[in-house]
T-cell receptor, first 112, second 109 residues
């Protein structure tokens, strides 16, 4: 266990569904991140939250909607996704934006 | 543009040494990280270099040359459990962490 917990581990959803990914960190960090990992491609940074404020949104489509209710929790709300959105979604946290991120095990998302 | 290059796959025998190279071109430089990721698991932090030279941590060492935009991760006395993907990541001058696509290391008996 890394101290960053993601649920669910696996998710299959239809293109018209709405679902949410959850991340919780027990490390006392103040920055949290969502990354997308597709096969054979580099990790893509999606969103950054620092002190519960969104500081970065890397041109991510609006069908992905993040929420950070407090410094320990991060959500990614999903709706009307496309099959190309199928990937491993990784949550991470760090102490400030300069610390090295600690990753969760990810949610394997399949859009059908 | 920003670019992090590392080989796609490397194969080595148990007990041997493997060197994974990483070259980068980024908007400035504020440190280089190596992560290990086993299939289906979280990437885990291995090492951090911000100054030129070699950092050693047990069987793993990481080297950095900022003037050449180059780093390597050296894995010694390979064990079967070292079979994993190794990710190189560079923090640019904006503080953003850019990742390479990862190098899959396969350790054979």
């Amino acid at each position: 266990e890394t101290g960053v917990t993601q649920t669910p581990r696996h998710l299959v959803m239809g293109m018209t569904n709405k679902k949410s990914l959850k991340c919780e960190q027990h490390l006392g960090h103040n920055a949290m991140y969502w990354y997308k990992q597709s096969a054979k491609k580099p990790l893509e940074l999606m969103f950054v939250y620092s002190l519960e404020e969104r500081v970065e949104n890397n041109s991510v489509p609006s069908r992905f909607s993040p929420e950070c209710p407090n410094s320990s929790h991060l959500f990614l709300h999903l709706h009307t996704l496309q099959p190309e959105d199928s990937a491993l979604y990784l949550c991470a946290s760090s102490q400030d934006e300069t610390g090295h991120p600690t990753f969760g095990s990810g949610t394997r998302l399949t859009v059908v | 543009g920003q670019n992090i290059d590392q080989p796609t796959e490397m194969t080595a025998t148990e007990g041997a040494i493997v060197q994974i190279n990483c070259t980068y071109q980024t908007s400035g430089f504020n440190g280089l990280f190596w992560y290990q990721q086993h299939a289906g698991e979280a990437p885990t932090f291995l090492s951090y270099n911000v100054l030129d030279g070699l950092e050693e941590k047990g069987r793993f060492s990481s080297f950095l040359s900022r003037s050449k935009g180059y780093s390597y991760l050296l894995l010694k006395e390979l064990q079967m459990k070292d079979s994993a993907s190794y990710l190189c990541a560079v923090r640019d001058s904006w503080g953003k962490l850019q990742f390479g696509a990862g190098t899959q290391v396969v350790v054979t008996p």
